[in-house]
């Protein structure tokens, strides 16, 4: 089993900056793909950035530009670096792993939500 932990959202004025945290723990021999998706009410959820175990990295067109994803592989832990928000970033963000374990199985697992508003 794997666990996701998130952290760093909040309240933000436009213009703002926040950095999310999201730390997995457990059965873990590899984690390929990491993302952060985020859903907004009576929306639906949505992928924000993703970055592969190499690096590569693929951004919604809205958040180009203003966000950035890193990882830290050592510490199974990925980042999403927000800036300039706007209030239409307003939603709840969820991390996202595709986890392989030591039995050569791959599992895919959610973060518990992280809510980021941006408002003044």
């Known amino acids: 089993q794997v666990q996701l932990v998130e952290s760093g959202g909040g309240l933000v004025q436009p213009g703002g900056s926040l950095r999310l945290s999201c730390a997995a723990s457990?059965?873990?021999?590899?984690?390929?793909?990491m993302g952060w998706y985020r859903q907004a009410p009576g929306k639906e959820r949505e992928l924000v950035a993703a970055i592969t175990s190499g690096g590569l990295t693929n951004y919604a067109d809205s958040v180009k530009g203003r966000f950035t994803i890193s990882r830290d592989n050592a510490k199974n832990t990925v980042y999403l670096q927000m800036n300039s928000l706007k209030p239409e970033d307003t939603a709840v963000y969820y991390c996202?792993?595709?986890?392989?374990?030591?039995?050569?199985?791959?599992?895919?697992?959610w973060g518990q939500g992280t809510q980021v508003t941006v408002s003044s």
């Open positions: 996202n792993v595709d986890v392989r374990n030591f039995l050569g199985g791959r599992n895919n697992y």
């Open positions: 457990g059965s873990i021999f590899s984690i390929n793909i």
